[in-house]
């Protein structure tokens, strides 16, 4: 059976990646995004490959909308199997000049928005008794990050949100994992760096026992294993895909 996917933050970046290895599955997808001009346009070159794929233009941090997203999905691919969270926002500050806009923005996306979805997706699976739910975290969650205090207390949150869920569900047939990336090469890791907030890819690299940084074909191929059948006995695991970096 072909699982309906829905991916947020699906325009660019690690969503763009997952939501194509997803595809590649051959699950119907839906690209949730912010950006919803550049949301349609990788639906459109999925359908070009022959897939199903839809757009959607969404806030997350707003609930209104995300219920009516998830509708406008399940009208046009069915019922929603598969959920992964990639929408977020990030930020470099030093913790004295973040502002309270800033610490609500950044929760109210990245921990506040994933709760919405979840709680969306979440009655289409216990109706079906089966549905895997992938979160984007970051390894600032597990291990703090400078100049990032808002931005890792959200994924902290996210990692204790999709345990949470996990216990929760488990016996609904229901998986619920998070993947906490470290340096991952996305248009946002280089809008960083040519505002000098990170040091060059070389840098990067050589703080990574691995010595490369990563790509989003490694996050989404992770996420594309957690999210089939193969995977069901999983859940509740932080699974670190980050070149030895957080062990």
Known sequence: MSRTAVVTGGASGLGRAICQHLA??????????????AAERLAGELRGKKHRAVAVQVDVADRVAV?????????A??????????????GFLPFEQVTSGDWTRTIAVNLTGTF????????????????????ISSAAGQTGSLRQA????????VIALTKTVALEYAAKGITA??????????????????????????????????RRLGTGDDIAAMCAFL???????????VIGVNGGAVT
């Open 24 to 37: 590649r599955q051959d699950r119907p997808v839906a690209v949730l995004d912010l950006d919803g001009d």
């Open 77 to 90: 691919l069915g019922s929603v199997g598969i959920l992964v969270t990639s929408a977020a926002v990030s």
């Open 177 to 210: 994992n998070t993947i906490p990336p470290f340096t991952v090469d996305t248009p946002l890791l280089r809008a960083a760096q040519k505002s000098k907030l990170l040091p060059g890819s070389e840098v990067l690299a050589r703080m990574i026992p691995a």
């Open 67 to 75: 219920d009516k997203a998830f509708d406008e999905v399940r009208a």
């Open 150 to 157: 808002h931005y890792a207390a959200s994924k902290g949150g």
């Open 227 to 237: 999210c089939s059948d193969e995977a069901g006995y999983i859940t509740g695991q």
């Open 116 to 135: 919405n979805c979840l709680q969306s997706a979440i009655p289409d699976m216990t109706a079906e008794s089966w549905g895997r739910i992938v979160t």
